[in-house]
């Protein structure tokens, strides 16, 4: 598939039902068997959705947002929406009734697309969101009544015959940021941001490989590399329905490619050594392999530190895992991973078409990939956007002599020093990485000290006394590393976990402290 015949996400669907037809490109779980939908099936189920929402908007354009789990039935709604002109709003599936009426609200939504297990909270949404219009359960549900299930739709509408025209730098997607230290933010992709993300590189995949998605599909790096890219190079997707059921998945859809975020690999690598304790007689390497299937080719990486000695236990199972750097600001990819062996401590190297540079410590990015702006929200995208264009990304950091990017923190998170140093918390924070009786740190300033607070990990069944003493010894460890002015003086442990958003990051404004040890 040729990026120049492709300038729009309509572009992307039709071309990928021409190259591939019906070639399989979803699998998902339906009870024992899976449900598969081809190439050009998904194009023909779009095309019956966007028919339906020009007939009930009497061919206005509407923003339609969209909740639920990975499904065919959630990319028909998706490209439904967006191949008919339409803009698409993809909400966080994990959010509350109240954050989730707030969002329709504020993205000025007139559809909604919905899983049924959102059933319950459609009465709230009706009282709270007067511009929704038209409701749309993607799975039949019995319990409903006066509500329009897409299964009639693709039953009963005819598909539209000829696709409107679309200006490749028209709105395509409205995503919520998730708000870590404030309201989220609603960032505008355009057809040609995401399409451009998309063609960013070369060879990533091909139409032999089969690719298992487990990532919330709301978010745009699962969004963009796991689905896009799929279309593009005619990839077959599978569903991993559960995190309860990624090792079941795993050994029934054997892919030879995953994406992943680092908490998750940990995860996986460390039930790959409980395993071999039990079995010491046994390989690690066949372990590994027993694990993830035979055609794993690598994993990919993103969304948050990757430890670089967990890279290099991959590498040593035979199994590369490479990093990616990018924000949805920018569809996401800044960086790319590249797989192989050696272990740099970078986030990727710089994709195609983008530009970056360091200004002020603070890492800059230009591209066509860069966002429209935040959706009614002119002095938030003023502070993201530079009058010339460049992408002001809050992240600090440096480029390397092979184009490689290092992350050393968050610009809006540095501790000021009395003295005037500035400290970086994710950089002490990095230096914690890996330790099994630590689940969760935040390091920020009290008094003037570098405080670490901890949570340490319960299954660990360690005292709190233990737990210190550790803790203690490896804090004297880092403190070697680093300047007098970065050394962390305080220690505070907590007996429950931070809050976090609904991407499992940690809220770094917290009013709970943990007890204070000396």
Known sequence: MEKVNVKTLQ???????????????????AGKEDKETSYAQLLMNCKKT??????????KKLH???????????????????????????????????????????SDSEVFFYDKRYAPVIPAVKES???????????????????????????????????????PQSCAAIVYTSGTTGKSKGVMLSHANLIDNTFCQNGESTPEDVLLTVLPIHHVYCFTCDILLSLRYGTTVCVNDSMM????????????????????????YKKIQAAAASMPEVPLVMIARGVFGPNLRGIYSGGAYLNPELSKAYAALGIPIAQGYGMTECSPRIT????????????????NGCTVKIVDGEIWAKSPSVMMGYYKDAEATAGAISEDGWLMTGDLGYVDE????????????LIILSNGENVSPEELENKFAGIDWLSE?????????????IFPNPEAGMSVEDIQKLCMEHIQKVNKTVSGAKAIRRLRIRDVEFDKTTSKKIKREQTQKGALCS
């Open 129 to 167: 969101c007067p511009n929704v219009r038209i409701y749309i359960c993607m799975q039949d549900d019995p319990k409903q009544e006066a509500v329009c299930f897409l299964s009639e739709v693709l039953e009963k509408i005819a598909p539209m015959e000829v696709l409107p025209e679309i200006d």
């Open 402 to 413: 092979r184009n490689r990017v290092h992350i050393t923190g968050r610009k809006k998170n």
């Open 64 to 106: 339609c947002a969209v909740i639920g789990l990975t499904s065919s039935a959630y990319l028909t709604a998706y490209f439904g929406s967006v191949i008919g002109g339409n803009v698409i709003v993809p909400l966080d599936a994990q959010m509350g009734a109240e954050d989730l009426c707030d969002h329709l609200q504020r």
């Open 11 to 29: 572009d992307l669907i039709v071309q990928s039902a021409a190259c591939y037809g019906n070639k399989t490109f979803l699998k998902e779980r």
């Open 50 to 59: 966007a028919a339906f929402l020009d007939e009930q908007s009497g061919g």
């Open 245 to 268: 059921h990624i090792a079941q998945n795993l050994k029934r859809y054997e892919p030879s490619i995953i994406l992943l975020v680092p908490m998750i690999a940990e995860t996986i």
């Open 336 to 351: 790319t991973g590249v797989w192989e062996n050696e272990c740099h401590g970078d986030v990727g190297v710089i994709v």
């Open 441 to 453: 740190i935040l390091v920020y300033a009290e008094e003037g000290q570098i405080t670490a607070e």
